[in-house]
């Protein structure tokens, strides 16, 4: 069974799309768990304005398109530890919990 611990850094700044616009991904703050590796990441558009999205990569690195499921302690600390490397994003999520 895969151990648990910091995630495989992915570079940042990098670019991102959707149909309704696009920009750079700037923050991640990623986990990697038992079975999937949970990331929340901060979406800077090119139009200006801001995202946060909630995501998950398989182990072996390929994005999901399902919703990102946080299934243990052990996810929750982990994220939260990785948050500490990503200011914005850790601004807005105290934000978004008060």
């Known amino acids: 069974m895969p151990t648990t611990g910091p995630a495989k850094?992915?570079?940042v700044p990098r670019p991102f799309e959707f149909h309704w616009g696009?920009?750079?991904?700037?923050?991640?703050?990623?986990?990697?768990?038992?079975?999937?590796?949970p990331a929340i990441q901060l979406l800077e558009y090119d139009e200006g304005?801001?995202?946060?999205?909630?995501?998950?990569y398989s182990l072996d690195g390929?994005?999901?398109r399902s919703p990102m499921m946080i299934?243990?302690?052990?996810?929750l600390e982990g994220l939260r530890a990785a948050l500490r490397s990503a200011p914005k994003l850790q601004a807005l999520i105290k934000k978004l919990a008060s």
């Open 22 to 37: 696009k920009g750079q991904i700037t923050e991640e703050a990623s986990f990697s768990g038992r079975f999937t590796e």
């Open 71 to 75: 299934d243990s302690e052990d996810s």
């Open 9 to 11: 850094r992915r570079p």
């Open 62 to 64: 390929r994005f999901q």
């Open 49 to 56: 304005g801001q995202g946060i999205r909630f995501c998950y």
